[in-house]
Each structure stands twice: as C-alpha cells, then as structure tokens.
C-alpha cells in the first residue's frame, strides 16, 4: 500500500470514528425536557452535569496528551474510544439521576482523552502545506458528530424515547473502532516535518521526547497563550448554544420540538459549512502571508457574533425561515475559527510537544464550553433562556479581540519552529556522519 494510501485509509477511519464519538456530545440536547421530567431535575442540574462532562473529560485529556508524546497512539485512541463508548451505551440503561450523571461524566472523559491523540497523530501524517484541509476535515467532522447526535435524539427520541439513542450510536463506534485498530499503523513521530523527514524515512527515530518541565515552555510561545486565551472565551457560546438551542426557540420563538430541531440541523450545517470553508480559505491566506489566518479568524468571529444576537434577541417568533437561514449564518462564520486554530497550534509547536499542546488547548476550550453550558443552565433558571443563550453569544467579541492580538506573534513563532527543526536535523545528520 503506497504511503499516501496508507494516509487516507487512516484519516478516513479515524473521522468516522471521531464523527460517532462527538454524537455522544449532543444525544441529550434535544430530549431535555423528557430527561428533566423523569429524573426531575431543572436546567441548572442539566447544565451543571453538562459542564462537568466537558471540563473533567479535558483535566483527563491533560494526562492522554503527556503519554501521547511517549507512547503508542493508536492504542491511545483506541482506550479513549473505548472508555467513552462503554458508558455511553449503559447511560441507556440507567435507573436513576445519579446513574445517568455517572455514565455521562465517564462518556466525557473518553471524549477529552481522544482529542489530543487524534491531532497529534495528525501531525505526524501531513506536512504544513496538508494540515489545513487534513485539520479542516477532522475539525468539520466533529461538527458533523454532534449534529448527528442531535438529530438523532431529535427525530428518533420523541418516538423511541430517550434512552435507545445512545445505543444507536455507542455500537457502530465500537465496531468501525475494531477496523480501525487492526487497519491503521502508528506514524513515525517527526516524519512530516521538511527539514528531517528524509532522515525519518532513512531509519532514524526522532530523538526527542517531552518533559513535565516542557509543558511550563508552551507558554512562552506566545500563539499558544493568546489562542489559549481566546479558546476560553470563544466556546462559551458552543457550550450554551448547542445545549439549549432546541428548547429556547420551542419555547421562546414559538417553534415546535421537529422545527426547533431543524433549526439546530442548519446551525449545524452552517457549522460544518464554515469549518470547511474556513479551513481550506485559511491554508490559502497561511501560503501567502502567515498573518492573515488569525486576522481572518478575528473578523469572521465578529460577524458571527453579530448574526447570532440578532437571532436570539431581535428576530420575531414563528419566523422558521428566517430562523434557518440566520441560525446558518451565525454559525458559518463563527465556525471558521476552529480548524484554523488547532492548524495554528501544529505550525507553531515541535512534533514532540503536540500531544502536550492539543490537552492544554482541549482544557481552555473545556472549561469555556463547560462554563457556557453551566452559566447557561443558572440564568435560564433566573433571567430566562434567551438572557442565558445571548449572554454567551457575547463572548465571542472579546474572543475576536486576542486573535487579532495573535496575529502579532503568528508569524515569528512559525520561523522559531522552522529554525528549531532544521537545528535537529543538521544535530542528526552530525549524529549520522559519526556513527559511519
């Protein structure tokens, strides 16, 4: 099998396996109110539980991404897979609230623990001229995920109940997971860096591993501080949003639960929409000037802002069309930053340390959702759901704000990274030479 097959079957399996995975996120949204009702608790609970899933999974992804740099990650993903899997199809099963809060906290950790792999292992399939799109298609796929989970529970759980959706999407995992694990070989770490991949090719392993004290080092690079920040404050919208969507504008803008759901469909496909879009827009300004990409991601997050509190504050109620198409909008824009960020990351930080930099990213951007879906759950119970809905929907300007911040250190820490690398490689080929 020649090494660009080898690359696609690998990316291929991987975005089913993440796709199935991030349903796990979303199969509760759209069935709140019957899950409320029978373990009758209200939308702080909810949210509550909602945030700890996200931030716990991230605190346990810390871990995954330090042993993600030293071991095998094949194997890595697979164990998170499968720690989230498991419990997502007993969460069917349970009896009581405190069993359900169990299995969705323990569905959450599997999710964190996979992040860091996967982009690590991305960056190690394809060079800084691929990570774009490659980055761009696994990002859109999680978006994709989730709108599965959401459909999923939306379509089927006013039918089926509740319960039998995380069977439906907890088996095909498992067994697409079994492919991958068999199919998929382990790629050699630092093989798609230019200025060594020769010398990895040749036979040589890269001869760098990271260190606790290297994950104090991150945060001298300056692009990962300021995209730290902005991670936070960014998806605390894409906590509250996705999780109290359907429900705000079935009670609020006076559509039904089908309806509401449909909406969510085109936020969502607006979402994946963007991630592609911006993904592929964003290797193209990267190409031509490196400091574009985080201005480009800076002004597509205002005007995301913008359409989405128009949406939630000024659009009348019982407008489904317009609903659509400005749910579509809102989240195309907004969406643009995510592929381009984690991008970013992989362009500005030594293949050893990726693993490191993508648990650390997951955690901002955890305990923003996390704060997003808890902060959500108290105002709805105190002020209402669209107060709670458009209060996070007004993080994303001060998120816009430290891109553009980035922006002025993008690109000097690109060409850190590329004097990094061509040092290692003229330090392995002086090893080489010595031990011929």
């Given at each position: ?78 164990i998170a897979v499968l720690l989230s899997e498991i419990p997502c199809f007993l969460t069917a099963f349970s009896q009581n609230y405190t069993q359900f809060f169990i299995f969705r906290i323990l569905t959450g950790f599997g999710v964190g623990a996979s992040f860091p792999v996967i982009f690590s292992f991305l960056g190690d399939l394809y060079d800084e001229r691929e990570r774009a799109s490659a980055v761009a298609w696994m990002t859109t796929v999680m978006g994709i995920g989730q709108i599965l989970g959401q459909l999923v529970s939306g379509y ?281």
């Amino acid at each position: 099998m020649t090494k660009n097959r080898e690359r696609t079957w690998a990316l291929v399996l991987m975005i089913v396996v993440v796709g199935l995975l991030n349903a796990d996120q979303n199969l509760i949204n759209a069935t709140l109110e019957a899950i409320e009702r029978e373990f009758r608790v209200n939308d702080a609970a909810i949210g509550l539980m909602s945030g700890l899933f996200t931030i716990l999974g991230a605190v346990v992804s810390l871990a995954v991404g330090y042993l993600s740099d030293k071991w095998n990650r094949k194997r890595l993903f697979t164990i998170a897979v499968l720690l989230s899997e498991i419990p997502c199809f007993l969460t069917a099963f349970s009896q009581n609230y405190t069993q359900f809060f169990i299995f969705r906290i323990l569905t959450g950790f599997g999710v964190g623990a996979s992040f860091p792999v996967i982009f690590s292992f991305l960056g190690d399939l394809y060079d800084e001229r691929e990570r774009a799109s490659a980055v761009a298609w696994m990002t859109t796929v999680m978006g994709i995920g989730q709108i599965l989970g959401q459909l999923v529970s939306g379509y089927l759980g006013p039918t089926i109940g509740w319960r039998m959706p995380f069977v439906i999407v907890s088996v095909p995992t498992v067994l697409v997971l079994a492919v991958f694990h068999f199919v998929v070989h382990e790629p050699k770490r630092g093989a798609a860096e230019t200025s060594i991949d020769s010398l990895i090719q040749e036979g040589y392993l890269y001869p760098r591993t990271i260190k606790l004290r290297d994950y104090l080092r991150l945060f001298r690079v300056r692009t990962n501080l300021y995209l730290f920040i902005q991670g936070i404050l960014g998806t605390v919208p894409w906590g509250a949003i996705p999780l109290f969507i359907v429900k705000f504008l079935n009670e609020s803008k006076q559509l039904s639960i089908e309806q509401a759901t449909t909406a969510f469909l085109l936020f969502g496909l607006g979402n994946v929409a963007g991630t592609i879009l911006g993904g592929l827009f964003g290797g193209v300004l990267f190409r031509r000037n490196p400091r574009w990409l985080p201005q480009f991601c800076s002004v597509t997050t205002v005007i995301g802002a913008g359409v989405t509190l128009y949406l939630f504050i000024a659009l009348p109620g019982g407008t489904l069309f317009w609903t659509l198409v400005l749910g579509f909008v809102a989240a195309f824009f907004a969406s643009m930053t995510g592929p381009n960020m984690r991008t970013m990351l992989l362009d500005t930080n030594v293949p050893e340390n990726r693993g490191a930099i993508f648990s650390i990213f997951n955690l901002t951007d955890s305990v923003g959702t996390g704060i997003g879906k808890y902060v959500a759950g108290l105002l709805s119970v105190t002020f209402g759901l669209g107060t709670a809905i458009s209060v996070s929907a007004g993080f994303w300007i001060p998120c816009a704000l430290f891109l553009w911040i980035a922006s002025l250190f993008f690109v000097a820490d690109v060409k850190s990274l590329h004097t990094k690398m061509e040092k290692l490689a003229d330090a392995m080929k002086a090893k080489k030479l010595a031990a011929e």
